[in-house]
């Protein structure tokens, strides 16, 4: 069945960084465009960034432009979120996106806090 496993979340002070990983599988990962989603306490799921099937294109929040980058590797099925220069609205749960035409899946999510 499709799978989209979230890691590398935790706890980091500001300034720091982070970087979060998406495992895929059960779906052919190279034709679907991979995102990152967030959602802080209160708040409603935003996008953070997201990158075509084939990585040529990529889009960002303004709220993480030129700190975070995303990245996929297709033949691990995996795509990435590389967070620098992290800020304490940065805070949220980090979920995994995988989209195509009206197909969509979600991972679980992963907790990142950023806080001194």
């Known amino acids: 069945q499709v799978q989209l496993v979230e890691s590398g979340g935790g706890l980091v002070q500001p300034g720091g960084s982070l970087r979060l990983s998406c495992a895929a599988s059960?779906?052919?990962?190279?034709?679907?465009?991979m995102s990152w989603y967030r959602q802080a306490p209160g708040k409603e799921r935003e996008l953070v960034a997201l990158?075509?099937?084939?990585?040529?294109?990529?889009n960002y929040a303004d709220s993480v432009k030129g700190r975070f980058i995303i990245s996929r590797d297709n033949a691990k099925n995996t795509v990435y979120l590389q967070m620098n220069s992290l800020k304490p609205e940065d805070t949220a749960v980090y979920f995994c996106?995988?989209?195509?035409?009206?197909?969509?899946?979600w991972g679980q999510g992963t907790q990142v806090t950023v806080s001194s």
């Open positions: 996106n995988a989209g195509r035409g009206q197909t969509t899946y």
């Open positions: 059960g779906f052919t990962f190279s034709a679907y465009r």
């Open positions: 990158i075509s099937s084939v990585g040529t294109v990529t």
